[in-house]
T-cell receptor
Framework: DTGVSQDPRHKITKRGQNVTFRCDPI?????LYWYRQTLGQGPEFLTY????????KSRLLSDRFSAERPKGSFSTLEIQRTEQGDSAMYLC?????????????FGPGTRLTVT | RKEVEQDPGPFNVPEGATVAFNCTYS??????FFWYRQDCRKEPKLLMS???SGNEDGRFTAQLNRASQYISLLIRDSKLSDSATYLC??????????FGPGTRLSVLP
């Protein structure tokens, strides 16, 4: 399977703990996006990378959230001191800049539950 | 006003019906437009891009109306398997994607 992969698929954590998620994009894609989705809403943009550079961060992304893409391949999203409001599906997507339409493809997501 | 808006539905239609959804966007600088399909508790899957000239793929037709700032998705001869949430996404040049909240479709036997 050469699609976007994410790990873990599910994470249950206690409030106050730190969690880290990983995303592996489609291999030739140079853009990688992170989104958060809650029930009944569309994906909400968090941040994106072009190669290893983080080009944009949502104003909604608090200081507890940090993302990296150190070698321009996989990316990690870390949430420190988790809160119950962080419970959501965290989606990763990738696309190829320069390709007509900038179509992006999503991974299966990491479902986070903060208890 | 939200940047991208959709009627959340649900749209309940019988098999074989034709159904259409609209998605309005507020930023006239938006350049790229997409429809995604999302099944319950799954990731969004790209359904089709929406080009200025429109786009058709089998039973699905997407249109762009820049003057009125909306995109549409038409599904003909709907199947039970078309039941899902349909998300529209809008992108400005050099910026991130903005998704609508989705429109839920239920195709009934």
């Amino acid at each position: 399977d050469t699609g976007v992969s994410q790990d873990p698929r599910h994470k249950i954590t206690k409030r106050g703990q730190n969690v880290t998620f990983r995303c592996d994009p489609i291999s030739e894609h140079n853009r990688l996006y992170w989104y958060r989705q809650t029930l009944g809403q569309g994906p909400e943009f968090l941040t994106y990378f072009q190669n290893e550079a983080q080009l944009e961060k949502s104003r909604l992304l608090s200081d507890r959230f940090s993302a990296e893409r150190p070698k321009g391949s996989f990316s990690t999203l870390e949430i420190q001191r988790t809160e119950q409001g962080d419970s959501a599906m965290y989606l990763c997507a990738s696309s190829l800049v320069g390709r007509e339409g900038y179509e992006q493809y999503f991974g299966p997501g990491t479902r986070l539950t903060v208890t | 006003r939200k940047e991208v808006e959709q009627d959340p539905g649900p749209f309940n239609v019988p098999e074989g019906a034709t159904v259409a959804f609209n998605c309005t966007y507020s930023n006239s600088a938006s350049q790229s437009f997409f429809w995604y399909r999302q099944d319950c508790r799954k990731e969004p899957k790209l359904l089709m891009s929406v080009y200025s000239s429109g786009n058709e793929d089998g039973r699905f037709t997407a249109q762009l109306n820049r003057a009125s700032q909306y995109i549409s998705l038409l599904i003909r001869d709907s199947k039970l398997s078309d039941s899902a949430t349909y998300l529209c996404a809008v992108k400005k040049y050099g910026q991130n994607f903005v998704f609508g909240p989705g429109t839920r479709l239920s195709v009934l036997p």
